[in-house]
């Protein structure tokens, strides 16, 4: 994003709309500080320029994968579905895609940063790299996984680790004797990474007995699961993953 000076009055009217404080006066005139800019557009979106100032050029990759995961109107061209957005609806229509459809097994989602906190590529493959030793597979249809050029160690393209963006989701599986060696994983680098993150473990219930198999392990850990939230997803498409399984179709 760049604002025209020839326009601009420096009304300043755009600044708090920046969530990563881009927006700044210097030497006397409004621009943008274009390492902190993750391309979101939220300043050409909402702000309302009395001069029409701000705008935008033609984004070529790397700097195009900010605006990728951190426009909400911008589309990952580096994924078979062009998905919006930072992540993956694979997980959230688990009714559907059975991402997740084993006890043996769960899928975890680790998602980074926050509006002004932001989140780098850098940081993502230091969770990619984390997590990399543990996981049976990174989810296809996510954004991230195409840009993990070796999967069995988490490295990232080299040409994106410069970029920054409002936050992105690494998504993966793994066998449910691996949750804790995972979690100890993201444990300790969640002490090496700059931004924030949030963990999601998602996971079948034991319909013989209503168990969570997944959260004895979380309990021994120590984590206070009942003070997190939780999140059950039905009936949000058909066929049914298990409808599929019992027709042959998968």
Do not use: W
């Not at 992540?87 to 002004?116: C, F, Q, W, Y």
């Not at 700059?194 to 168990?211: A, H, M, P, W």
């Amino acid at each position: 994003m760049y604002i025209d000076s020839s326009k601009c009055i420096k009304c300043k009217k755009c600044v708090p709309y920046c969530p990563r404080n881009a927006i700044l006066e210097k030497d006397g005139v409004m621009t943008i500080d274009l390492d902190l800019c993750v391309e979101c557009g939220v300043c050409t979106r909402q702000v309302g320029c009395p001069r029409d100032a701000i705008y935008n050029v033609h984004l070529d990759v790397p700097r195009a994968y900010r605006k990728a995961f951190s426009d909400p109107f911008g589309k990952h061209e580096n994924t078979a579905l062009k998905h919006m957005g930072r992540g993956t609806e694979e997980v959230k229509t688990n009714d559907v895609t059975g991402v997740v459809h084993t006890l043996d097994a769960i899928s975890l989602a680790v998602e980074m940063g926050r509006p002004s906190v932001g989140s780098s590529f850098a940081d993502l493959e230091k969770i990619t790299m984390a997590v990399a030793p543990y996981a049976l597979a990174f989810e296809v249809n996510n954004p991230v996984t195409p840009l993990i050029q070796d999967k069995t160690t988490g490295k990232l393209d080299p040409s994106v680790l410069g970029e920054k963006v409002m936050s992105a989701i690494v998504e993966f599986s793994c066998k449910l004797e691996n949750v804790k060696a995972v979690l100890q994983a993201l444990e300790k680098v969640s002490h090496e990474v700059s931004t924030v993150f949030s963990l999601c473990l998602i996971c079948k219930v034991d319909e013989t007995d209503d168990s969570i198999p997944a959260r004895k392990i979380v309990d021994e850990l120590g984590y206070d699961v009942d003070h997190t939230s939780a999140k059950t997803n039905l009936g949000l498409g058909r066929p049914r993953y298990e409808d599929r399984v019992k027709e042959g179709l998968v």
